[in-house]
C-alpha cells in the first residue's frame, strides 16, 4: 500500500483539490509515492472537527496515516455577534480543540508526523465586497471576521505547535509579508486565488521535506518504465517487490 498523506480542515482544505489547489499540487508532488486523502469541510470549526476524529482516524488502524496536516481556525475565528457568529469558537477553547485533535492523530500512530496550519490572514474591504455582491443592500454592515482577531488565534495555533513539539505553517504571518497580499492571495477576503494556493503548497512541501518526507526521496510503489526490460518485464516487478 501506498502511504497516506492526510489534509484535514475547513473549505480552504476541501477546496484544495481544485484547479491550481494546494492539495492537488501534493497530490502531484507525491504521485506513485503517497495518497493525499482529501478531508476538508467547508463551515467547519474546530468544535465541530472534533466529531470527526473517530470516523477519519480509527484507532487501531492497521496502515495509519504517516503524515497529517491540520488547518483550522478560519471559522474559529468569526466574530461573536456578527453573521456568522454560529462558526464562533472561543479562543481558548480553539487552542484546546486543536490540542484535542493532536492527541487523537498521536494516539493512532505516535510516529505521525503532524502539522499545524494557522487560518490566513483577513481581507476586510474583500469580505464586504463579497458579501455585496451577494446580497446587495442586505448584506451585513459589519465584517463577520477581522485581521486582527484572526491573528490572534494563529499565535495561539503557532504557540500550541511549539508548545507540543510540532512543525507549523504561520500563513497569516506568511502572506502578509508580501505586498497587496489582499488581492494577490486571497478571492474574498478570506479565500485563497491559485497564488495563495501556492504560498500554503510551498510551505507544506518545506515543512514535509524538513521532516523527512520529501517525495523525490521516496520509494515508488512500483518501477519506472525505463527500468523495465521489455524482453522479460517480470525482472524488474521482482525487484522492486522483493
Keep these: 500500500m501506498r502511504p497516506q498523506i492526510v489534509i484535514f480542515g475547513d473549505s480552504i482544505t476541501e477546496q484544495s483539490f481544485r484547479s491550481g489547489g494546494w492539495g492537488a499540487a501534493l497530490a502531484d508532488n507525491y504521485s506513485r509515492k503517497a495518497d493525499i486523502v482529501l478531508r476538508g469541510y467547508g463551515g467547519y470549526n474546530t468544535r465541530w472537527a472534533l466529531f470527526l476524529l ?3 482516524f480509527p484507532l487501531g488502524s492497521a496502515a495509519p496515516p504517516v503524515a497529517a496536516t491540520v488547518f483550522f481556525g478560519a471559522n474559529d475565528a468569526a466574530l461573536s455577534g456578527r453573521t456568522s457568529e454560529r462558526q464562533h469558537v472561543p479562543i481558548e477553547e480553539y487552542k484546546e480543540n486543536l490540542r484535542k485533535i493532536v492527541h487523537h492523530l498521536k494516539e493512532c500512530s505516535p510516529a505521525m508526523l503532524v502539522v499545524l496550519i494557522t487560518p490566513p490572514p483577513i481581507d476586510e474591504e474583500g469580505r464586504m465586497a463579497y ?6 443592500d442586505k448584506a451585513m454592515e459589519l465584517p463577520e471576521r477581522t485581521n486582527e482577531v484572526t491573528g490572534v488565534y494563529a499565535t495561539r495555533c503557532v504557540e500550541l505547535a511549539k ?3 510540532l512543525p507549523s505553517i504561520n500563513l497569516w504571518s506568511k502572506m502578509q509579508e508580501t505586498e497587496g497580499w489582499q488581492k494577490k ?3 474574498d477576503g478570506l479565500h ?3 497564488e495563495g494556493n501556492a504560498v500554503v503548497h510551498q510551505e507544506v512541501a518545506r515543512v514535509f521535506n524538513e521532516a523527512g ?3 523525490p526521496e521516496m520509494p515508488s510503489e512500483v518501477p519506472h518504465h525505463s527500468e523495465i526490460d521489455g524482453k522479460d518485464p517480470q525482472k524488474a516487478f521482482q525487484l522492486q517487490c522483493s
Design 54 to 56: 473517530h470516523h477519519l
Design 192 to 194: 485563497l486565488t491559485p
Design 163 to 165: 508548545e507540543l513539539g
Design 185 to 187: 492571495f486571497l478571492s
Design 131 to 136: 458579501a455585496r455582491s451577494l446580497y446587495g
Design 213 to 215: 518526507l520529501s517525495a
